[in-house]
């Protein structure tokens, strides 16, 4: 690998801090502050935490679904800038439209 090149598979994720807009409300909430890993290309690493403490926000960051308030996240050495086709995401709960066939889900 040449100096300075980044593993495929790799995902770097640094100083992320994502906040929401409260609807109806001049406040933000805070879901992520300042988070920071680093997975190697090939390494599982499971994500394990309480209800509500940001793991599937971090997740729709990395797959670009969400833009990120404050922070980097460069999966293969590129920033996300939004949806690309060399990540998948699956959804916790069924996203699927029942009368539709899998092609167009």
């Known amino acids: ?8 598979g790799s ?6 801090t994502q906040r929401f807009e409260l609807p109806r409300s001049t ?11 680093d997975v ?11 209800s509500g403490c940001g ?11 969400l833009p990120v308030t404050e922070g ?3 999966p293969d050495g590129a ?6 086709p060399q990540l998948g995401f699956v959804f916790q709960r069924d996203a699927l439209f029942p009368w539709k066939t899998v092609a167009e889900n």
């Open 1 to 8: 690998m040449a100096p300075g090149a980044v593993p495929a």
């Open 11 to 16: 995902i770097v994720v640094e100083g992320v």
């Open 27 to 37: 406040r933000e909430f805070t879901a992520l502050e300042g988070v920071s890993f």
């Open 40 to 50: 190697a290309g090939g390494e599982f690493v499971s994500i394990v935490g309480p």
């Open 55 to 65: 793991k599937s926000t971090i997740l729709a960051l990395v797959a670009g679904l």
């Open 72 to 74: 980097r996240i460069r």
């Open 79 to 84: 920033l996300v800038t939004g949806v690309s």
